[in-house]
């Protein structure tokens, strides 16, 4: 039997398809696409903090956000269905796509709101919502942002003491789209579940 707390080896995944969801590119929120390539100051990064839904729009919130997706990543499986990587057998966890304009939002800030808003000390867990697919994880594109974060971890840590943070942080891989009706699920469905918290502890007010 699958613990779906545990996660699946390369060999025992799903093999997944060849064939992308094909998605509706125009975000429902601020209309951007949500696959347009970078350009000028704007970064891209994944973050995951347990059911993406409510994720997604902590972020599409932030000023200097361009567009935000949800999707899978950090697994074996490729081209994925929402079922698929619930079951655990996919090895992917719920991310949130951020693409924003560092010149207005600098990734420092932009973890802040990513440590404060979901416990990372929860293992293959957030809240109530058990599985390898609610990991804490943030998945960069650069030596730059790989060192801004891991030094972001290392501050928060210094705020919660003795509670270890077990956030995944590694260079990203692949990104699969999730399912059209996940894409900006809050803001079409207003009242759905969202399962954001923290810890309660926060970093000091910015000078």
């Known amino acids: 039997m699958l613990d779906k707390q545990t996660l699946i080896s390369a060999e025992l995944a799903l093999v997944g398809r060849d064939e992308p969801l094909i998605i509706e590119d125009k975000h429902y929120v601020n209309g951007s696409s949500i696959s347009a390539p970078l350009i000028g100051k704007q970064q891209q990064i994944l973050l995951g903090m347990g059911c993406f839904w409510g994720a997604e729009r ?25 079922e698929e990587v619930c079951s655990g057998k996919t090895g992917h966890t719920e991310v949130v796509r951020v693409v924003f304009d560092s010149s207005k939002l600098s990734l420092e800030s932009l973890l802040r709101s990513f440590w404060e808003r979901h416990d990372p000390t929860q293992g293959m867990r957030q809240g109530n919502d058990l599985g390898t697919q609610y990991r804490s994880v943030i998945y ?40 059209n009706y996940h894409q900006q699920y809050l803001a079409k469905n207003p009242d759905g579940y969202c399962g954001l918290g923290g810890t309660g502890v926060c970093f000091p007010p910015q000078a």
Do not use: H, R
């Not at 361009?66 to 269905?81: D, L, R």
């Not at 942002?145 to 077990?166: P, V, W």
């Open 58 to 82: 902590l972020f599409w919130q932030l000023d200097g956000v361009i567009n935000t997706s949800v999707g899978y990543s950090g697994g074996y499986t490729a081209n994925p269905s929402y």
């Open 140 to 179: 960069v594109y650069d030596q730059q942002q790989l060192e801004t974060a891991q030094q972001s971890k290392e501050s928060y840590q210094e705020l919660l003491g003795d509670s270890a943070i077990t956030t995944e942080i590694i260079l990203a891989g692949e990104y699969y789209f999730a399912e």
